[in-house]
């Protein structure tokens, strides 16, 4: 398990784009890529591309909040 980031010093802005990133989906941290970024009223969101489970779908693009954010490798 990864330790809580200080999401006050940890701004998805600071990076350079595209930044290859990794996103936790549904508890499980995945390789991707962070294409935008935006600060919302509920904090800050990315913008990023992985690749999905569903054959049917193999690469998904979503908004995701910060936390579900890392570029250090997560777990």
């Given at each position: 398990m990864t330790e809580p980031v200080d999401h006050?010093?940890?701004r998805l802005d600071r990076l350079q784009l595209p930044a290859h990133v990794h996103?936790?989906?549904?508890?499980?941290w995945r390789s991707g890529w962070l294409i935008g970024c935006d600060r919302q009223l509920?904090?800050?969101h990315g913008l990023v591309q992985y690749q999905d489970d569903d054959?049917?779908?193999?690469?998904?693009?979503r908004?995701?909040?910060?936390e579900e954010i890392t570029a250090d490798g997560g777990t």
């Open positions: 006050d010093a940890y996103v936790r989906i549904r508890g499980d509920s904090g800050w054959e049917n779908q193999p690469e998904t693009t908004w995701l909040r910060a």
